[in-house]
């Protein structure tokens, strides 16, 4: 597993991890300490707000799990990658995709999260 996978998956985990103490340490390893994440109804800057973020999702969505349904693909230290949200029964409850941008150190700077799968591509008549 390459770096890019294992810091996209790690994230993923740690996100809907219900043990607060264990999520905010993966959030302060992987995470930049200014860093960024921004969905479509929420914001966070910083460590502490990013866990808060996270608390906010788990209250809604109890038990539940990320999981990455894509590749990665990466350039110029951004990513962009595809998830789920699996319910306690399997089933899935969200999805979407990310776009992450990384620090020079190789850790999340800034995520930006869109519901839905890609939307297809238009084209002109």
């Not at 810091?7 to 340490?25: E, F, G, K, N, V």
């Not at 906010?56 to 539940?64: D, I, S, T």
Request: proline content about 6%; aromatic content about 8%; hydrophobic content about 45%.
């Amino acid at each position: 597993m390459s770096d890019i996978q294992r810091l996209i998956d790690d994230h993923l985990a740690a996100y809907a991890d219900p043990d607060r103490q264990r999520r905010s340490a993966a959030v302060q390893r992987l995470w930049a300490e200014d860093a960024e994440l921004v969905d479509p109804p929420l914001a966070a800057r910083g460590h502490a707000q990013i866990v808060a973020q996270a608390d906010q999702l788990l209250a809604h969505f109890p038990g539940h799990r990320f999981q990455r349904s894509s590749g990665i693909d990466l350039h110029h230290g951004v990513a962009r990658y595809g998830w789920r949200l699996y319910a306690p029964d399997g089933t899935v409850a969200l999805e979407g995709i990310d776009i992450a941008q990384l620090d020079a150190r190789g850790r999340l700077a800034r995520v930006t999260g869109f519901f839905g799968p890609l939307p297809a591509l238009e084209t002109a008549a």
